[in-house]
């Protein structure tokens, strides 16, 4: 007499873990403050560079491209966390 097949049972998956979950949900912050500190160094260029030197800070002078440039970086810094 031929021998049966055996059925495979499928492999058990876990639920997901509520813990799993939250963890996902706490990057939610990263996009906003990546994007407003883009804008923030792109907005202190542009000023900058409208007012002739003016303002953001006078006494700074080119410097202020700089921060501007610093705030764009610390953006892709921030990037990098992003999920």
Request: hydrophobic share 45%.
């Amino acid at each position: 007499m031929p021998k049966s097949r055996i059925r495979k049972k499928s492999d058990f998956t876990p639920p997901p873990d509520k813990k799993t979950a939250i963890k996902l949900d706490t990057r939610r912050w990263i996009a906003p403050f990546m994007l407003a500190l883009f804008l923030i160094g792109l907005l202190w260029i542009v000023v900058y560079y409208v007012t002739n030197g003016d303002f953001p800070v006078e006494s700074m002078g080119n410097w202020n491209i700089v921060v501007g440039f610093g705030f764009i970086a610390a953006g892709f810094g921030v990037s990098t966390q992003w999920k």
